[in-house]
Every structure is written in structure tokens, then in C-alpha cells.
């Protein structure tokens, strides 16, 4: 039954273009071209350099980084049989189909429910080993959609909606298509009279001074520039009925938008971006007419009324039948115009919608129907596939006309289609296997970092316990007149071959890289230090035993003390005034006495002051004064970073025997910002920091409380609160406040490495030691001590300014 509906649907769909038809014995027996494929995604195993194929066709990466919320491979690879032939696609997920605003819209109760974002399981690509050959699916739920490999077009769905098994291959349809029917002249007259009515009935010919236009504008090349249409999808309530729910519906028409983008973005340089998919889930929300052109100006008063989300042309998918000799229609060169900027489309299967709305979309981007009388001047001469914009009724027709790229250029140099040259804020950003980041879609991505594991697992256990010690090669950092230097102890963290495969893990790896994975592709223990601390206001991160990658890099939370109670941290920073000149004016320079700033700043001068109000300078309260103009000692000339404002102030004064330089200046960054004043964050006494130019205390900065043990010690007392306002424990406690021991399990020894009994040796090196030790006490009581930055607590009470 399913084969004899796919059979007199392909025949329908012929139907669809054209109003009055004859199909012969021969399109006939191309239409039969249907057969029962068993598709495969092709993977790598653990240890094995060769693709296999597996009946789990799901591209959802494991290990989802956000529960909940689906992501798909950036890459993926397909295999099926049919027709004598293996095709294998290579896929890449279509980053520029939805923007990051994304969103989608229903009705409940009449009223709007918007939600953002959305499951993208959108590909394209190519048939391996064939250069011109082009692939378009959607992986959701098994494979929908199109490949062509430069002699036939075929189209792939399930065979059935569900599938409840992964062990079990799953059955496809696929048909292959390579049929034309010919229809004669079919003149549009009612577009055309509309578009009279509407003033638009003016070809380019008749316009000389677009002529004299081109001679000027050809230098810029406006069609090899790369375009962005920003469509919206609306389907009507009937659309909604046909596919059950609003999950198939959008899933629906993001197919269809991905088959649209494969052929503009190749023929027109046109990306097309779907910015959002509303569906009528109540009720249709304008009158419905089997006349194309009244619902094509119902929905223009719709879409100028009701829809307040940005886009270059919104299209309507009706489950209405035309009765029109076409199965579209829209307002030709209406793109970026909100009246104009429309369409409506009759409903269709995947493929036959996707010609439709090119060919809508392609006529809000100014691009004619193709006389048939010009068919060989357009260059549209393959009989089998056709162009998109020819009168005569094709099946599935692949490429726009030279007529029609014509059409499309000169609407551009006409100044047209304007809005396509403003790129979206943001899409989802591009991935690129192989450039050593896992980024989204990724499961592991090595780059150059690329190692074979098995030739480090020669020495089996040995081997293992060796990956886990490299974990010890931490990348230090050192401060050195401001700017970190990344210093590296023994080399790179490797990235191990056998784990990932095309940025995928391999069946039984739980990861390839990271400095919390091992050579075997296991993870390493909880507690394995995996970055330490680079300043006083940084937390050292460890393993946490379920991830190859060491958890995100944390700080101290604002308000911490921090360089011996000098300083206090803000924004992972140890903020003091000392530090803020010497990031300025380079190593030398340091921060002035106190008395600088209770002398200047309270004067309100270009020497010192809190701010300026025009032209008049601000005196600072003499509770502000650590806040206010930024004064230093030993400065050069010419500041290390940004630009200098104006001059240096210099100022010296003879206190208490001593020369005090009390220097400063406005030193401008490109984005306007002036570091002449004190930072926000500094320590400006007891308990007191620095917010724009006002000293006030900590209390007031409302910082967001981490849990408390007993007796209401924060993290009770075995870690320290973070910028997330959870508790960083120390080593050997863990809970969400510390407050649990749970000391990391030891790495198991070796069999061979049993505990021994003392040797002389031994005795004597810890005679030394011990001698050692007492020396260090005795000194340690005399005044020489350390301090233990790891157990440093906020601590309110801190004496810094």
C-alpha cells in the first residue's frame, strides 16, 4: 500500500505545476522508480581504522552538555544500497539554517506561546567520491530528504513515522526521479495584473539610467557577496491537523527550509535563515480561499498586523488546494517590505514544497517566471530535471535559469533586496572538525594534537598508570607586568587517535582528550589536580572523574582578601592600586601614599578628583578619596597600554622629610573607557570597596550567599565560595558545602609494587629530613612563616586600603 501511494503521490506532485496534464508510458515507468532501502550511519569502534556501518541512524551526541536540550552532530556519515549502486554521504550540519534567536510560536486559548530555540538535525553534503553531486537530510527521526547525483534526484523518508528499536535497520523509502512534462505556454496573468495594480509593470530594459547604474556599480560586486534572507514559516491549521503535532509540523517545514538553502546558497550566493516557525494550532487566523491572490493580501494585512519579529519576507503553508495553474504565489521584489515581503504556498510532500517556496521566495527577490519561448536563451536545456522558474511543469527541478540570475542581479544593482546584506546578529557558529576545539555538535575533536593511543599501551597496566601521572603537566601562568605568559612544564596534552574518529568517540570510549583522560580513553579519578591557581584570587580545579576535561575555570567570589590583606578580589582579580599602575605604567611605577590622595583628590582638580561634570571637576568626599583620581609614583612618559588624554600631572610634596610623587593621567582604551580612576573592586578600607568612584562597603554589594556548615561557617570552612556562589572544597571534602570527608580514592599500585620494608638508605635520608624539619620549625617561631593561600577565607574584617 505504501509503495502504490508513494507512486501516485510522485504523479500528483507533476500535477501541482500544472493545470492540465498527460502523463506518457515513459514518465510512467520513471515515476515506478521506488524501492525499499535499509540506510546505515557509518562509525568508527575502539581500535579499528575502518568505517562500519550501524543501524542507529540518531546523530544526537551523547553526553549531552546541556540536559534536555537535543544537539546533533556537527558531522555525519551515511550508506545505503539501491539501484545497483552504494551511496555514501558525508554531512555536515547546516550552521546557517537557524538563527540563535530562533523562535517558535502556537496558540493555546487564542493566545501566543513563544519558546527559543529548537532541535537541529538539519545536513548537507555530498555523495563521496562525487564532485557535483549534492546531499540535503534531516536526521530527527531517520532520514528526510533529497541527494542528486548529477544524473537522477532522489528522495528518502521512513517508511514508517516511529521506530522503537536501534539494534534493528530501518526501513526507507526511496525514489528516484528524473521525469518532465510538458505543459505549453501558461502566461501568469494574474500576477501580473496585481503587480500592474500595484505599480510594479516595468521592465529593465526601459530603464536607462539603470543602465548607466551598471557602468558605476560593477565594481562592487554585489552578487558574489554573500547574502542572508531571514525567512519566517507560518503554517495553517489544517498543516498543523495533517502532520498530528507541532513537533512534525516545525520539523516539517525546517526540512523544507534546508532543501531551499542547499539551492540558493549555491546558484544565488544566498544563504536562507530561518528565524522563526509559527503554527495556527487554534484556529486559522485569516480567511482561507482557494484563490492564491486574496490569501496572498490576507496575509499581508496579517503579517503587518500581527507579526512584530524581524524578517525579510514571511510564507504561509496552506493545506488549501488552489485553484490557480501554480501551487505558489508572491509578490514579485517584495523582499524587506513588511506588505510586500510575503507568500503563500499550497501544501506539499518535503521536495515539492521546497520548489515551491524557492520559486515564492525567489520572486520576492525579483526573479521572473521563465517564458517557455525563451527556454533555450535562459539555458535551461536539460529536458529531465527542468529549472526552477520555467513555465513548463517539472518534477524536481534543481537550478535557477541564466534568466533567472539575471533577474536576480539586476534587482540588486536596481538597489533591491537591500536587508539580505545585514547578517544575522548570530548563527549557530560553524564547526570545523580537525581545528583541535569540540565545539557544538562535537564529540572530540583532535586537530593537530593527534596521537595513535595503542602505541603508548605496550606496557598494558604500566602504561595506564603512566597516562594517569601525565595528568601532572599543568600549564602555569606567571603575572609579569600584567600580562599572563602561558608556560608549559612538559608538553601538550595529547589527543589520542584511537578514541576519536571524524570527531566522534569511538563505540566504548568515554573520551580522547582532555587532561582528566587517559591514555586508555577512560577518565581519570576525582581529586587529580588538573589546573592550579595562577593568583591569590584563582581556584585550583581537579578532576571530577565522570569528564576528560578539567571543570570550568572558577574564581575566588568578589571580596575576598587577597596579597596579605593588601588587596581585594574582583572579577578574579586581586584589586589594589599598586597593581592598577603598575598595569598601566609598566613594572616600575607603583602605587602613591595615602597622603596623595587625602591631599588631591579632595580638591577637585585636574590633579585629583572624582569624576567631572562637563567642564567642571568633582571634589571627592573625604570618604571617597581612595576612590577618585588614580595617583601613582615613578610613571614614564607614555603609558604601557591605551592613550594618553592630554598631559601627565605631575605633583610632588615634601611630607615628613620625603619627597611624595603623586603623578597621574586619563589613559583612554578604544571603547572610551578612562583607567585615570581608581578600579572597582579596589580595597578603600575596612571592609570597603571601590564602586564607581564611592567607597562603600562590602554589605552593600549584595553578593549572593554560598551554603554554610555547622556553626555557619561558609563552605564550612573546607573550601571557598566561587563566582557561581557554590562552594570550591578542598581535596579531601566534597558536598555542596563541604562539609562531607570523602577523601579521592587512591590510583590502584601495580602488583609488583607492594609496600617495603626500611632499607639504610632509607634510615638515613630520613634522619635528614628530620633535621631538616626542626630547622624549619625553629625558624617558622623566629618569624620566618608562609602563608596557605588554599585555606585563605573571605574575611571581612581585613584592614586593606
Known sequence: MRLIFLQSLAVALLCQFASASTVSPAAEDELRQVTTVYPSRLIYYLNEELESADHDLDTRVRNQAVPGQDVHLAQANFQLEAFGSTFTMDLMLNNDLLSSEYEEIHYEDGKPIRSKGGEHCYYHGQLRGKEYSRVALSTCNGLHGMFDDGEFVYLIEPLRQTHTSNLEARAHTLLRSSSLLTLGDTEDSGVQEME??????????????????????????????MKYFEIMIVSDHNTFKRHKSRKHTRNFAKSVVNLVDAIFKEQLNTRVVLVAVEIWTDKDLIPLSVQPLEMLKSFSKYRQQSIHLSADAVHLFTNMTFHYVRSSVAYIGGVCSAKRGVGVNEYGTTWTMAVSLSQSLAQNLGIQWDPTTTRKKCGCMDSWVGCIMEDTGVQHPRRFSKCSISDFKNFLLRGGASCLFNRPNKLFEPTECGNGYVEVGEECDCGARMITASTNMVLGRQGEMEGTQSLKRLTMARKQDGELESQELEGKQECYKDCCKKCSLSNGAHCSDGPCCNITCLFIPRGTSCREAVNDCDITESCTGDSGQCPPNLHMQDGYSCQVNQGRCYGGECKTRENQCKYI?????????????????????????????????????????????????????????????????????????????????????????????????????????????????????????????????????????????TCSCHETWAGTDCSMHDPPKEPPTAPDEGPKGPSATNLIIGSIAGAILMAAIVLGGTGWGFKNVKKRRYDPNASAI
Open 585 to 725: 605604567w609598566g613594572s616600575k611605577a607603583g602605587g602613591s601614599e595615602k597622603y596623595c590622595y587625602e591631599k588631591l583628590n579632595t580638591e577637585g582638580t585636574e590633579k585629583g578628583n572624582c569624576g567631572h561634570d562637563g567642564d567642571k571637576w568633582l571634589p571627592c568626599s573625604k570618604h571617597d578619596v581612595f576612590c577618585g583620581y588614580l595617583l601613582c609614583s615613578n610613571i614614564g612618559r607614555n603609558p604601557r597600554i591605551g592613550n594618553l588624554k592630554d598631559e601627565i600631572t605631575p605633583t610632588t610634596f615634601n611630607h615628613q622629610g620625603r619627597l611624595v610623587d603623586c603623578s597621574g593621567g586619563h589613559v583612554i582604551l578604544d571603547d572610551d573607557t578612562d583607567l585615570g580612576y581608581v578600579d572597582d573592586g579596589t580595597p578603600c578600607g575596612p571592609s570597603m570597596m571601590c564602586l564607581d568612584q564611592k567607597c562603600l562597603p562590602i554589605s552593600s554589594f549584595n553578593f549572593t550567599a554560598c551554603p554554610s556548615g555547622p556553626g555557619g561557617r561558609v563552605c564550612s570552612a573546607h573550601g571557598v565560595c566561587n563566582n557561581e556562589a
Open 196 to 225: 500592474k495594480e500595484e505599480g510594479e509593470d516595468q521592465t529593465l530594459s526601459d530603464l536607462p539610467w539603470l543602465r548607466r547604474r551598471r557602468k558605476r556599480a560593477m565594481h562592487r560586486n554585489v552578487f558574489a557577496e
